[in-house]
């Protein structure tokens, strides 16, 4: 920040005070404010302890003079302006004080104009110096800032000549490349250039233009210096992002001279290697690093193609691992993952180079063979080969683990020319392999479309069926064999399919649970079932028992038992109208979770019965840790051929068994009069089958109840009128 001249220091330095004090008055009149110093002396110890822009010195002056106090000032560099104000009038003594660094000499008398102008011309000049060296220190400053902003930038920064050579480059040079700036500067730009990108480096590293028009973010590849310590992908270039303008001199006039371009070069290492791992994880299994389906679908679409225009032939295979499943569920998810690794390692070392082996999905891979000569053959051949590869045991983990591949194949163009088909009819061979036993090769044939869109409308259908309404439930009764006396009924669920008509449970249950469908599928029943029966209770019917199925699947869900208490209250159905069946099975997949269930079902008086029983993991354990209250004997044991007392051991011991263990025993199945002889003989409790009664619709079953309460002969009614099943 600049000052005034009044503002500035002077000293004035004589050795009459009668002098000092004429001289300090006139500049006082003239608006300095001057300090004084008798002598040569205190005038050294004034300098040496203030600082002052101007010293008006006296020469002649005892003990120490005025050539004393200049010698002073220059030898201790005091920064100072002096005007000589003294009555030597020799040209001699002028020069000396000149010589010695004085900025003006006046001979007293003085003019008192004539000095004050000197003295602000010395003041004038004195501030000048000030600021030039302040602006000089700026620059400098700003200069050595400049430099090392320049030098420590994560970017190249360099100068080219109007001819394309380097004249600066900074440190960044040798950091990235391994070259030093001095062997760059010098050399031309296409020194650097990877030779693939020569032909664009010459746009943007001969760039003219400036401001908007200017080169931005051009990328390019530079070569590192070959010493074999490059740190970057390939070891041999680096990718940049390059901005570039062109420099010109005399921009104020007309004529503007083009003096060379300025450029930064960014290194995108990091963003490339980014780029290239998100291409890569969008076309490949993470787990495997094998090609993915979007990558085998355009790898087979260009494939096509190309046996389209040479008239080539291409196989596709379809290949899923047999018991995998198993693996994964006993071992877990990571001994599963590190055995999928391996199979994959395996199977690439079945194929050819120009093969894609992808895979598509949990234990599905498929490969895609192209240009292959004799078509079945060839591809017969890999086939069997991954069979035989695959034999060996995979050791993960410490455990020796056995897997084996289904796989389907289809040919181009016999069995499709385009890759939705290919793809397609591959899958159904795949699937014709499992239905024959797996750990095998099929080729695809038109034979088996026809179970495979079944089981495919099927499988589509019954997504739709709830929405639809498509499903339905009957009852089928069940009987006190003592008393003959309808007690209760199992709601049965049917599928009316639009296309396929009425589906037994056994043929969708199977996809109702590998798709999770049973879960909202199983809901519905049960609050279906229970709004029945109160509506038969509320008609003031026979208060009956409603047994109703529930699966594995539905067991697994944890808000289960909250659903089932819920619908009952819903529908006011007391715990102990409410029978839920469930199988052998379906208590072993997750003991500890299940019995927690079951007894808190049980702790609102909902019975528990195992349905299907003997046909399972019967054990004694179990039913002693159940809360359960009856035994269904599957109508498998009821075959006409053991009806015998004496012989029949399975059905007596599960009678006796009941019998044992205080639990109530029904038999399923009941279809002849001889079959309800022997059960009411050893004294079996209840019995179900179409010899009392198929399964009925509702309204059908209302009527019964309210007609004919007593199925079957020997009834407290005394009916003699048989069984039901003619409804």
Known sequence: ???????????????????????????????????????????????DQNNYDLVLLDLHMPYVNGHDVMAHIRANQINTSVIIVSGETSFEAAKDACTQGAYDFLRKPYAADELIITITNALKEKQLQKHNNFMQKQLSESERLHRYIVNTSPDIIYILDQDGHFTFINERIESL????????????????????????????????????????????????????????FNNRTLPIELSATGMYEGEKSSIKNYMGTYGVARDITERKIAEETINFQAYHDLLTKLPNRALLHDRLSLAINQAKREDEKLAVMFLDLDRFKNINDSLGHMIGDELLQQVSNRLKECIRAGDTLARFGGDEFALMLPKIHDD?????????????????????????????????????????????????????????????????????????????????????????????????????????????????????????HPEHGCISPSEFVPFAEE?????????????????????????????????????????????????????????????????IEITENAIMDDMDSVIRKLKELSSHDITIAIDDFGTGYSSLSYLHKLPIHTLKIDRTFL?????????????????????????????????????????????????????????????????????????????????????????
């Open 177 to 232: 490349l391994g070259f030093s700036k001095e062997e760059i500067v010098g050399k031309h730009y296409s020194f650097l250039v990877h030779q693939d990108d020569m032909e664009q480096a010459k746009y943007v590293f001969n760039e003219r233009r400036i401001g908007t028009r200017a080169a931005k973010n051009i990328e390019l590849r530079l070569k590192c210096k070959d010493d074999g310590q490059s740190r970057h």
């Open 515 to 579: 798709s999770g469908m049973i879960v909202d599928i199983g809901y519905w029943v049960m609050k279906s079932a229970c709004a029945e029966l109160n509506q038969w209770r509320l008609a003031g019917l026979p208060k009956i028992r409603m047994s109703i199925n529930v699966s594995a699947r539905q067991l697994m869900e944890d808000d289960i038992v909250d659903n089932i208490i819920d619908i009952m209250r819903d529908y006011d159905i007391p715990g102990h109208c409410l029978e």
């Open 639 to 727: 075959k006409e051929s053991h009806i015998n007392k004496e012989d029949n051991t399975i059905i007596n011991t599960i009678v006796a068994m009941g019998k044992g263990l205080n639990l109530n025993v029904i038999a399923e199945g009941v279809e002849t009069q001889k079959q309800l002889e022997y059960l009411r003989e050893i004294e079996c409790n209840e019995a179900q089958g179409f010899l009392f009664g198929k399964p009925l619709p509702p309204d059908v079953i209302s009527q019964l109840l309210v007609q004919e309460p007593f199925a079957t002969p020997g009834s407290r009614s005394g009916s003699t009128k048989g069984t039901h099943w003619r409804h």
């Open 1 to 47: 920040m600049s000052i005034s001249i009044n503002e500035q220091k002077i000293l004035v330095v004589d050795d009459d005070p009668v002098v000092l004090k004429s001289l300090k008055d006139l500049l006082a009149i003239r608006g300095f404010n001057p300090n004084t110093a008798i002598g040569g002396q205190e005038a050294i110890c004034q300098l």
């Open 376 to 496: 079945r053959n060839d591809a017969a051949k890999l086939a069997t080969k991954i069979i035989n590869k695959l034999k060996q045991p995979f050791i993960v983990d410490d455990h020796e683990l056995y897997v084996s591949a289904s796989i389907g194949i289809s040919l181009y163009p016999q069995d499709g020319t385009n890759m939705e088909n290919l793809i397609k009819h591959a899958d159904i061979a795949m699937y014709h392999v499992k239905g024959q036993g797996k750990n095998g090769y099929q080729f695809y044939s038109n034979e088996m479309n026809v179970p495979y869109f079944e089981k495919l409308s099927l499988d589509t259908g019954i997504h739709k069926a709830l929405d639809n309404n498509e499903f339905n439930l009957v009852y089928q009764p069940q009987i006190n064999l003592r008393t003959g006396e309808i007690i209760g009924v199992e709601a049965l669920l049917r599928w009316n």
